[in-house]
């Protein structure tokens, strides 16, 4: 009884347009209270047309009216509150504007929680419950609610459409079919809608496909962005080290100078102080001598001057100031333009290498590259070391060329760097800087293994294949698959087997990827690391398999 009482003071209490408790309850002239900010809304939709409209009684007001709190709602609703008066749970709300309402429910509809197909009719939580106790009733199809149930019956007929006519692609019922659409191809709606069904999933699977290629397009282009930015900091920062030892270097270079003129610059002033001290001392014992001079001269006894004359002492050696020669003043003028003429050898040649290394940095590839032209720019000539190669292999074509000759060995040397487990072989060249090349198979369904190595792989035992180690990477081809391989771990890679393979090595770079050759290149496999070593290019050759490095210039 109490649970009755409670609900009923909720529907009292509560707002028609938001389906709560009242806030800051209004009541219009009407009669009918709503919360004051939901009767605002409402009315501000209705402003254009300049009438005012009750949401339940539908009574209109010009002007709009004046809304004042109804005090004695607002405090009867505190006074319920104490009590435990709640809100009406979500599942019991009524339908407002944009939900579906129950068909069955009569003055304020609830909120419709199915549809049914063959009722063409809508159900709240109440009127829905025939449908999942009835035997018969179990049998239709609910769907979630739906406004556009209506669609299914055919205006001409008022019957169920369960036809679908592929002539005129549209819904038909079963009069249509053998009426206007007589001599049509006409199907259940059903196996319609079950073609249509695989239609989309197989055009799923082609997005969903995709996807998967555009998401790992998105990945290779993030590795290319982090390889760009590694590979740019990694030069600015070799870039700022030598040109910080140049300064070094020029520094050293100055001080040195510096030192060699403060040197020679103490050296000279020596010894012109010290030529100009004898001068002095010479002037001084001149100026004396004369002084005794112009003293004995002064004498009127002439006895006397003739007693002393004998007794003066003869004059020192005199400085012959007239032999000291002065070059024209230029001191160390010579140092310095010696010191320009570097400056401007040094700015020519920073002149001429800024232009050649601001043309490298613009040779600077972002994007990957897609066309075979761009790699052949960086070509590399591949011959196969017969020092390297298993006592199977038949090398030939210049030692560019390798054949499996299954039983019958070749005449190698004994050599620590053969092969002795594995048909392998490597290059004569290391590998630096940028390079590409290219491996065509004659016989790619038995099998060829395209890769790189450091010359310190292992060359005995079942560990020394392409890809079993930390120091060689490879792509197998064989099987009409491709699978790439490095230190054990494998990496599947789709797309048909071609009987061509490029190699691109960006070795400062730490960029090492692999392409399916055709005028249009396709990327298999694209590795970022670091490289140590220089790699040197290899195959290994499977069941009589044979692999030829190919002229690209």
């Not at 160390?332 to 700015?347: I, N, P």
């Not at 190595?453 to 491709?482: I, L, P, Q």
């Not at 960006?506 to 496999?525: E, I, P």
Request: aromatic residues 6%; charged residues 30%.
């Amino acid at each position: 009884m109490e649970q009755q009482e409670n609900h009923l003071d909720r529907e009292r209490f509560c707002c028609w347009i938001c389906v709560d408790l009242l806030k800051d309850p209004v009541t219009t002239g009407c009669g009918h209270s709503y919360c004051k900010s939901c009767i605002n809304t409402h009315w501000d939709k209705e402003e254009e047309r300049g009438s005012y409209s009750c949401p339940q009684c539908r009574q209109t007001f010009t002007p709009r009216p004046v809304l004042e709190t109804s005090t004695m709602l607002a405090d009867s609703l505190e006074e319920l509150k104490k009590t435990g008066l709640q809100a009406a749970p979500a599942d019991h709300c009524y339908a407002g504007p944009e939900d579906v309402a129950c068909d069955f429910c009569t003055g304020r509809k609830l909120k419709a929680l199915k549809s049914c197909l063959n009722c063409f009719a809508s159900y709240c939580e109440k009127h829905l419950q025939s449908h999942l106790q009835s035997a018969a009733l179990k049998k239709h199809k609910l769907v979630e609610p739906s406004e556009k149930l209506q669609e299914n019956i055919c205006s001409h007929h008022d019957e169920v459409m369960k036809m679908f006519c592929r002539t005129d692609q549209q819904c038909i019922c079963y009069l249509c079919s053998v009426e206007e659409h007589k001599d049509h191809d006409t199907v259940s709606a059903a196996a319609e809608r079950t073609e249509r069904q695989r239609e989309l999933g197989l055009r799923r699977q082609t997005i969903q496909q995709r996807v998967q290629d555009r998401e790992k397009d998105v990945k290779l282009l993030q590795q290319e962005v982090e390889a760009v930015n590694g590979s740019a900091d990694k030069a600015v920062e070799d870039s700022e080290e030598i040109f910080t030892e140049m300064i070094r270097l020029l520094e050293e270079r100055s001080s040195d100078v510096e030192q060699q003129i403060r040197s020679q610059q103490e050296t000279e002033v020596s010894r012109v102080r010290e030529l100009q001290e004898r001068l002095e001392q010479e002037i001084t014992e001149l100026k004396r001598k004369d002084h005794e001079l112009k003293q004995l001269s002064d004498t009127e006894d002439h006895n006397q001057l003739l007693h002393n004359y004998p007794s003066l002492s003869p004059l020192s050696e005199s400085t012959h100031s007239s032999s000291i020669r002065f070059r024209p003043l230029r001191n160390f003028e010579d140092v310095t333009a010696a010191v320009s003429q570097v400056r401007g050898r040094l700015e020519d040649i920073l002149s001429e290498t800024e232009t050649e290394i601001l043309q490298i940095v613009s040779q600077v590839d972002v994007l990957l590259r897609q066309t075979r032209a761009d790699f052949l720019r960086y070509s590399q000539e591949i011959t196969l070391d017969p020092n390297t190669a298993h006592k199977e292999l038949l090398l030939s074509e210049g030692n560019r060329k390798v054949t499996w000759m299954r039983v019958e060995r070749q005449s190698y040397s004994d050599n620590p760097d053969r092969f002795t487990y594995w048909h392998q072989v490597l290059s004569r060249e290391s590998l630096t800087g940028r390079c590409y090349w290219e491996v065509e198979m004659e016989e790619c369904l038995e099998g060829v293994t395209v890769g790189v190595a450091y010359k310190t792989m292992h060359r005995k035992g079942r560990s020394s294949e392409f890809g079993r180690s930390d120091k060689s990477w490879a792509v197998h081809c064989g099987n009409n698959r491709y699978i790439f391989e490095y230190n054990r771990i494998r990496t599947r890679v789709s797309g048909p087997v071609s009987p061509s393979i490029g190699v691109y090595l960006d070795h400062s770079a730490g960029v090492l990827s692999f392409y399916r050759v055709s005028d249009t290149m396709t990327l298999l496999h694209r590795y970022q690391t670091t490289f140590t070593q220089p790699l040197y290019a290899g195959v290994c050759a499977h069941l009589g398999a044979t692999a030829e490095f190919c002229k690209l210039k």
